[in-house]
């Protein structure tokens, strides 16, 4: 089942990256019609998210320092680009985050997958880390790439499908 879930996985990194082509650096953090969530913040958030992930499975911390209180749950998106780091660093910590999550998924001992997942907050909807991490592998990054899809029609561009 695991197998799909990485798949999944890799898909919406895919669909992440051509939903980014023809932006113009610009417009990058312009919030249109009232989508407060520009594509550079939805890719930091993707990216941030990915990385909490891996850490609930036990990886270190790799995104640097500011990024939760830029891209985390409850950061405000702002359309202001001098705030962010670019978008070649945000899309290649996604990268990275993304062979993480994957490799360990496919190689570790998914026992741990089994364990309650720690966030009080969220232990509602997702009691296990497994739970916890292929939401954040699928229907979360889906939820986010749906909200990139209607930024881009907002904005004028074609949609990809």
């Not at 939903?19 to 958030?45: D, F, M, R, S, Y």
């Not at 290649?92 to 997958?113: G, N, P, Y």
Request: charged share 15%; aromatic share 10%.
């Amino acid at each position: 089942m695991l197998d799909h879930v990485i798949y999944l996985y890799d898909f919406n990194l895919k669909y992440a990256n051509n939903l980014l082509k023809g932006i113009p650096e610009v417009l990058l953090c312009q919030q249109t019609a009232g989508i407060k969530n520009h594509p550079l913040w939805q890719i930091g958030h993707l990216a941030n998210s990915s990385n909490n992930g891996c850490k609930m499975l036990g990886l270190e911390d790799q995104v640097p320092n500011e990024w939760p209180d830029l891209f985390g749950i409850g950061s405000q998106p702002v359309n202001d680009s001098t705030l962010y780091p670019s978008l070649n660093q945000v899309w290649q910590v996604l990268e990275d985050q993304h062979d993480r999550l994957s490799h360990f998924m496919q190689t570790a001992d998914l026992a741990i997958l089994k364990k309650p997942q720690p966030w009080d907050r969220l232990k509602s909807m997702f009691p296990t880390i497994g739970s916890f991490v292929c939401h954040i592998m699928t229907t979360h990054e889906a939820n986010h790439l749906g909200q990139l899809s209607a930024w881009r029609k907002a904005n004028g561009f074609k949609p990809l499908v």
